[in-house]
T-cell receptor, first 112, second 118 residues
Framework: NAGVMQNPRHLVRRRGQEARLRCSPM?????VYWYRQLPEEGLKFMVY????????ESGMPKERFSAEFPKEGPSILRIQQVVRGDSAAYFC??????????FGPGTRLTVT | AQTVTQSQPEMSVQEAETVTLSCTYD???????LFWYKQPPSRQMILVIR??????QNATENRFSVNFQKAAKSFSLKISDSQLGDAAMYFC???????????????FGTGTRLKVLA
């Protein structure tokens, strides 16, 4: 059973471009969580999704950020019109209907 | 709302010695889970140990064990016989009881950086 997959591992975008981060949960996992980690800081919760539903997006900035987890395919975290402050590591985690989260390797976004 | 507090930003331990990382949490729930995750320099988050709140027995995984004090809302991690590979950020995490439609909320502490001295 492959682990949580995230791609790309590294993403460089210029200010104003769009960043699209993908997360494929572990097989059988229907819950996906996105976190952001700034350098030397902890994990900040962004959004929690189940298939085709956003369960909790209380950690998402109100503008420019969106997330989806379609019936088929990976979960996508989209950041429009990126700014330097969006530079961070973005982690995806998945879990089955109970128990612990399993984390992907993260995507390191750099905005130049 | 639930909170998780790690009051030690950084800890050091001599190789082969024992170190304890602290974590406290606040909740009004009676049924929940607690976790310790390790994040080495590779930044991959790795689950170290899990504790179910309804279990009185402290969880143990090889050199890693916890001291779970439910009444005090304390969940510390003890690392015995510390190794250089244990050097990492350690995060304490709380998972809420099951909510609507089988959903859960996870809350992470701010982390403790563990240095292992040779």
């Amino acid at each position: 059973n492959a682990g949580v997959m995230q791609n790309p591992r590294h993403l460089v975008r210029r200010r104003g471009q769009e960043a699209r981060l993908r997360c494929s949960p572990m097989k059988g996992h229907s819950h996906v969580y996105w976190y952001r980690q700034l350098p030397e800081e902890g994990l900040k919760f962004m959004v929690y999704l189940q298939k085709e539903n956003i369960i909790d997006e209380s950690g998402m900035p109100k503008e420019r950020f969106s997330a989806e987890f379609p019936k088929e395919g990976p979960s996508i975290l989209r950041i429009q019109q990126v700014v330097r402050g969006d530079s961070a590591a973005y982690f995806c985690a998945s879990s089955p209907p109970s128990y612990e989260q399993y984390f992907g390797p993260g995507t390191r976004l750099t905005v130049t | 709302a639930q909170t998780v507090t790690q009051s030690q930003p950084e800890m050091s331990v001599q190789e082969a010695e024992t170190v304890t990382l602290s974590c406290t949490y606040d909740t009004s729930e009676s049924d929940y889970y607690l976790f310790w995750y390790k994040q080495p320099p590779s930044r991959q988050m790795i689950l170290v140990i899990r504790q179910e709140a309804y279990k009185q027995q402290n969880a143990t995984e090889n050199r890693f064990s916890v001291n779970f004090q439910k009444a005090a809302k304390s969940f510390s991690l003890k690392i015995s016989d510390s190794q250089l590979g244990d050097a990492a950020m350690y995060f304490c995490a709380y998972r809420s009881a099951e909510g609507v439609s089988g959903t859960y909320k996870y809350i992470f502490g701010t982390g403790t950086r563990l240095k292992v001295l040779a």
